[in-house]
């Protein structure tokens, strides 16, 4: 009977740790892909989730346009353009439109309508990534994952992408719609069609997806270590929400700061949540996904 | 494996665990539940990485290099771990997939071939194109069977596969193991039923608290714990029979109460010596039959032993007075 003592095995689990480095996308994919799949089957999910959107991108901002644009009174009007005057000189200076009405509409579709593109993508994604995890643990399929030729690495970015893609593919079908809303109700007051901005296309490429990924990385070590899905999405609650308000003062503030601070501020994003995600990896363990470890 | 020890914060789930699993046969890992069985075949692919002690699974160290381990293994655990809202089709897509069936390079008819062939294999082609929630208990057990052969594994690890299953189709999954390893595949198989374990294990480990308590072919065994014969005797008042527990010749003596007696003998020829006993005794003995031990037997035999009670030992007998005993003999 011969016995591997504690400090060789460890040694040759750093071998076998460094030997798991090697990631075959494909692999990746099929996770992500599965995971989607999944998804797009369970209209519990994506019914709640498609009316969020059509309430942020659509219901609310024709509601506010067509009230300024068509129905509001002079006075209302006024008072709304004081407040705007409050906006920094830099905010105020993009600010376009031929009437006072049209200016209203601008700097309302551009300024406070455009940074829920923030929230809308953390929302799906962070409701499916904390089930993703624990998911599988819940319903016994971790036992299949653990035993596969899967990596850890694998699953962790197959997870990630499959949390990341209906949250940010809502983002892009959304705004798709909303731009069109915003210039049919607006364009016509402010002179032009006038969404998306420049700006506003680096907030959505440059901000929003480290802001996500970050968001994310947090959220899928949470659902690899908590003990039910319920639990996962309380913790995620607690994480995504103080997150949602950061990304969202921030992303406002880069479009309210013309020139540079957009760039800033997705590149500090991104930092952090290449950071992040990489330290994120750990977390997926086998024994994880079998709910045998420590902690689980 | 051999001296695998791993443990779940206090508890030890495997105790210097060592045995070997014959290459093209079926072992059969028995023992009551919390023993280790779903431990002892999570580490033989290394998804779980016991700390101590030395497991090669296919010639390689599954905790080194579970990458070229966990392509070569099937796993059926205990839970078919399927995805209920995907069809089976798709079920098996995915694992074909993560296996390397499917993917660049291979011809997609080639694919579909093979998952139609694996799932027609196990009588389940039909409903490849439902939604798995929509399955019973016996479809997924057959679904999760064709998705651990897909990729043709050299090792096959099943993990209480007849687990909530209706008898027919736990006599059909036994088949299909028995089929399995008939065509040549190394079949683990883990259970605490041991009817299903009676005559489809080439190889048995009985395990209690993470250790192996023997190892061996069921005759290897079975010749261990009984060297001489076994006979069943029937009494019209069983417990009449205990008096034979201390007999000359008697080796063991077992019997459940109203039943008849599992009586472990030196010899063929003493038999007519305890009937004649009896008789003069005045008991009415009904029948006296060679007995095959069962794996049941066996079992129970070996876990008795383990526990220091001693190898077959008898219970609830009231001994005979010494006498008695004397004058018989």
């Known amino acids: 009977m011969s016995i591997m003592s504690a400090a060789a095995a460890g040694e040759v689990r750093g071998r076998r740790s460094s030997r798991a480095g090697r990631m075959q996308w494909s692999r990746t994919w099929t996770v ?46 006024e008072k709304i353009s004081t407040t705007l005057e409050m906006l920094p000189t830099t905010a105020q200076e993009q600010i376009h439109g031929v009437t006072q009405e049209g200016r209203i509409a601008y700097a309302l579709a551009v300024f406070l309508f455009a940074p829920i593109a923030v929230v809308v993508p953390l929302t799906i994604s962070t409701a499916v990534g904390a089930a993703t995890l624990v998911g599988e643990r819940e319903r016994g399929t971790g036992e299949f994952l653990a035993h596969s030729p899967a990596t850890a690495r694998e699953i962790y970015v197959g997870k990630l992408v499959a949390s990341l893609v209906p949250g940010y593919m809502t983002t892009i079908i959304g705004f798709g719609l909303y731009s069109l809303l915003v210039n049919l109700i607006a364009a016509g007051d402010v002179g032009r069609w006038f969404f998306p901005t420049t700006q506003w296309l680096a907030l959505m490429l440059w901000v929003i997806p480290p802001f996500l990924a970050f968001t994310l990385s947090l959220v899928l070590r949470l659902s690899a270590r908590v003990k039910s899905t319920a639990a996962a999405q309380q913790a995620a609650g607690l994480v995504s929400l103080p997150l949602i308000m950061v990304s969202y003062t921030q992303s406002t503030g880069a479009l309210f700061g013309a020139g540079v601070s957009v760039w800033v501020v997705g590149a500090v994003a991104w930092v952090v949540a290449i950071a992040s995600l990489t330290r994120g990896v750990r977390s997926v363990t086998r024994a994880r996904l079998l709910g045998v470890a420590d902690g689980v | 494996m051999d001296g695998v020890t791993h443990r779940f914060g206090d508890v030890t789930a495997l105790d210097r665990l060592s045995f070997v699993v014959p290459s093209d046969a079926v072992t059969v890992l028995l023992g009551p539940n919390g023993a280790g069985k779903t431990t002892a075949i999570r580490a033989i692919t290394g998804a779980l990485s016991p700390a101590e002690g030395s497991i090669l699974t296919l010639g390689v160290d599954p905790r080194t290099d579970g990458d070229a381990v966990r392509p070569r293994c099937g796993v059926v655990s205990a839970k078919p771990a399927l995805y209920d809202r995907l069809s089976g089709w798709d079920n098996l897509l995915y694992a074909a997939r993560l296996y390397g069936v499917a993917g660049r390079g291979v011809p997609r008819h080639e694919v579909d071939q093979r998952i139609r062939s694996s799932a027609a294999r196990f009588g389940i082609d039909a409903a490849l194109e439902h939604q798995v929630a929509g399955y019973s208990t016996g479809m997924k057990t057959r679904l999760a069977l064709a998705r651990a052969v897909l990729h043709e594994p050299d090792l096959v690890l099943f993990d209480e596969p007849t687990s909530g299953l209706d008898p027919e189709s736990a006599h059909a999954v036994l088949e299909l193991i028995t089929d399995m390893a008939a065509a040549g595949r190394t079949v683990v198989m883990c259970t605490h039923l041991l009817a299903e374990a009676e005559g489809i294990a080439d190889h048995v480990v009985v395990l209690e608290a993470g250790s192996a308590l023997v190892t061996g072919t069921p005759e290897e065994v079975t010749r261990r714990y009984w060297p001489g014969d076994l006979v069943l005797i029937e009494a019209e008042a069983p417990d009449q029979l205990d008096r034979i527990a201390n007999w000359r010749g008697v080796v063991g003596y077992d019997r459940d109460p109203g039943q008849a007696a599992r009586v472990h003998v030196d010899g063929p020829g003493r038999v007519p010596d305890l009937v004649a006993g009896l008789v003069a005794d005045g008991v009415r003995v009904t029948r006296v039959e060679p007995h095959q031990p069962t794996l049941e037997d066996l079992y129970f035999a070996v876990r008795r032993a383990a526990r220091g009670d001693g190898l077959a030992p008898v219970r609830g007998v009231v001994p005979a007075a010494p006498e008695r005993i004397r004058s018989v003999r």
């Open chain 1, 32 to 77: 992500a892909r599965t995971e989607l799949r999944q998804l797009a089957q369970a209209r519990d999910y994506w019914i709640p989730m498609a009316a969020l959107g059509g309430i942020f991108f659509l219901v609310v901002p024709a509601i506010l346009l067509l009230t300024i644009t068509r129905v509001s009174q002079g006075d209302m009007i």
